[in-house]
């Protein structure tokens, strides 16, 4: 279920971004961002899903949830990444271009808006097929990426070109899965950490007995991940 803005203790705001998204903004409080957290959600997701897990970002963080560009095909509703149908195969890297064009453009235009640092720093989270995106665009622009963390997601095909580049040297990832997840096997996940892994990347791996979802040890490993290095 979407995460209710009503029972976050932080302030939100959604605001129109261009013409094919909207975006869900929790401003830092306390001063100037430090970091910038960007959400992606998964296939007929909307911007609203990530925000549970929003908690991990400290409060002097900038956070960014998009809602992805295309309505997804589904009865659900909701919106995609790629535009297409799932099956049991990942889209190839190349049907994700627009997706990463796009949020080339709605980061540009947000820290136009919001100037600051922090932009410097970006930690990007993705559930599921948004997972894919996040580490697809974090391959292609490793300099500004801090962390990624892959949550019941996969990687496109065709990422292994930019393995042998080790674009990930010296940054970390997260990974969570569900070992009953029918919708993203398994494989996938373990897929992802070798791939990462080669990447160049320290990969910090959590798998649960859980389906599509993240579960409440992987989530608790993941606010781990993202706390102060003294408190890990």
Wanted: glycine share 6%; net charge positive.
């Amino acid at each position: 279920m979407p995460h209710s803005p009503t029972s976050s203790p932080y302030q939100w705001h959604t605001l129109p971004l261009e013409e094919d998204t909207v975006v869900r903004l929790r401003r830092p409080s306390g001063g100037p961002a430090n970091a910038v957290f960007v959400l992606l959600h998964g296939w007929t997701g909307d911007e609203t899903f990530m925000l549970r897990f929003a908690e991990v970002a400290p409060p002097s963080s900038l956070v960014v949830s998009f809602r992805a560009p295309y309505p997804a095909r589904s009865p659900r509703g909701g919106y995609s990444w790629v535009d297409y149908l799932p099956d049991d195969r990942p889209p190839t890297a190349a049907a994700y271009r627009p997706a990463l064009a796009a949020l080339r453009r709605w980061l540009t235009a947000l820290a136009n808006r919001f100037p600051s640092p922090a932009w410097e720093t970006q930690h990007w989270i993705g559930f599921s097929q948004g997972a894919s995106t996040a580490a697809l665009y974090t391959l292609e622009h490793p300099r500004h990426a801090a962390t990624l963390a892959l949550l019941a997601g996969f990687l496109p095909r065709d990422t292994e070109a930019w393995v042998q580049r080790q674009p990930l040297t010296g940054k970390r990832v997260f990974i969570a899965h569900g070992r009953a997840d029918t919708i993203v096997p398994l494989h996938h996940a373990r897929h992802a950490r070798a791939l990462l892994a080669q990447a160049g990347a320290e990969v910090v791996y959590c798998e649960d007995d859980v389906a599509h979802k993240v579960s409440a040890r992987c989530h608790k490993a993941l606010k781990a991940f993202y706390a102060p290095p003294s408190a890990r």
